[in-house]
Nanobody, 114 residues
């Protein structure tokens, strides 16, 4: 399974960005798709997750500002980020669980300037 993430960049506080991640390879049996992030000198944290059944969960810090969605036909997961804050600055990673085995994307940098 290969994951290709895109959409990171530099944005001013209050702005929006959309991240996308496409899964390819042996992707039959996706259990869930998720976005994590890691800020400098901080542990990686879960941002949002969507299960195969469509259940969605968000970290409290992003709830009401971020929206995760999935295109099953294209095996993609997206993260629409709005009202961005400087503390959202991090490398964002997509993660996919396929037949209970996890895979990570390469990460895409999001920088929010104040």
């Amino acid at each position: 399974v290969q994951l290709q993430a895109s959409g990171g960049g530099l944005v001013q506080a209050g702005g929006s960005l959309r991240l996308s991640c496409e899964a390819s390879g042996s992707v039959d049996g996706i259990n869930l798709m998720a976005w994590h992030r890691q800020a400098p000198e901080r542990p990686r944290e879960l941002v949002a997750v969507i299960t195969a059944a469509g259940s969605i969960s968000y970290a409290g810090s992003v709830k009401a500002r971020f929206t995760i969605s999935r295109d099953k036909a294209k095996n993609t997961v997206s993260l629409q980020m709005s009202s961005l804050k400087p503390e959202d600055t991090a490398v964002y990673y997509c993660r996919v669980l396929v037949n209970m085995q996890g895979y990570w994307g390469q990460g895409t940098l999001v920088t929010v300037s104040s």
